[in-house]
């Protein structure tokens, strides 16, 4: 009988207990099973990795970003979800506040996420140097709720969504996924607007180290992809975990996490 493939994933809420029993009920059915580890942050997941305690890990873009600078890219990424293929940041305002363009933001108050979530603060920064303005030029505010999840809970972009309502700040960074939450009624309905949303980007992905074979990691890949969700006993999983497929990851998505954490000179773990 083929060992489980072992899996690292950080548990940053508590869906990812239903999440990953799902994915290892679902691939003991198949040619390649799993089992799964949680982590409380993503530093002690890429640490394992590295250290051959995982065969994989999910990992968010800058735990794929920090792997590849650890291993001097000797690490795979095997597979994303079709969502972390067109992850953008969204900046928003409150309604009727007459932000028009990052340039709107020079002299103004922004508020950013979490210091390691990319899209809620290293990403942010990184747009504005490409739009010309400097950090001296726009007042910003750091939340940082959450360090080591990567801004995988959402709590730092709630936050700096309430601080814009308590007049604490002009203007705020989030992902599209709250973003998208404000535009089905979920939170805040109509409180805000965008004003600019960024160039897609790559997030999370699966990545192994060269020690795990691609006789072993090509089926379980195969496997993966393989989860349809008009199947209706993989959909609540796909569900759970936000996605309609599993695709092949977009490498060139992370360019600009890359040129980001270069420029602001991110440590290799936190």
Not at 60 to 80: E, H, I, K, M, Y
Not at 85 to 113: N, P, Q, Y
Not at 255 to 269: C, D, F, G, M, P
Request: with cysteine.
């Amino acid at each position: 009988m083929t060992a489980p493939l072992v899996i690292g994933s950080v548990a940053y809420s508590p869906n990812v207990v239903p999440i990953w029993e799902g994915m290892r009920d679902y691939f003991a059915q198949t040619s390649t099973p799993i089992d799964f580890v949680l982590f409380s942050h993503y530093g002690r997941q890429v640490d394992a990795l590295i250290s051959g305690s995982l065969d994989l890990a999910w990992n968010t873009n800058l735990a794929w970003v920090r792997t590849v600078g650890q291993t001097d890219g000797a690490c795979r990424a095997l597979a994303s979800r079709d969502t972390d293929l067109v992850f953008t940041t969204v900046f928003v305002a409150r309604t009727g506040s007459g932000f028009t363009s990052l340039e709107s933001l020079r002299g103004r108050r922004l508020v950013l996420g979490s210091r390691d979530s990319a899209q809620a603060a290293i990403l942010p920064v990184h747009f504005l140097r490409e739009a010309g303005l400097s950090e001296s030029d726009v007042n910003l505010t750091r939340i940082d709720s959450d360090v080591g999840k990567h801004g995988d809970t959402g709590r730092s972009e709630l936050d700096a969504l309430r601080a814009v309502l308590d007049d604490r700040a002009d203007a705020a960074a989030i992902g599209i996924n709250t973003w998208q939450a404000i535009g089905r009624g979920e939170l805040l309905p109509g409180a805000f607007e965008s004003f600019w949303i960024s160039p897609e980007y790559s997030h999370c992905t699966f990545t192994a180290m060269p020690s795990l074979a691609s006789e072993r990691s090509d089926p379980w890949v195969a496997n993966l992809l393989a989860m349809d969700w008009e199947n209706p006993q993989h959909r609540p999983i796909m569900e759970m975990e936000g996605l309609r497929a599993w695709v092949p990851p977009k490498l060139e998505g992370y360019a600009s996490l890359v040129a980001a954490v270069s420029e602001q000179r991110i440590a290799a773990r936190w």
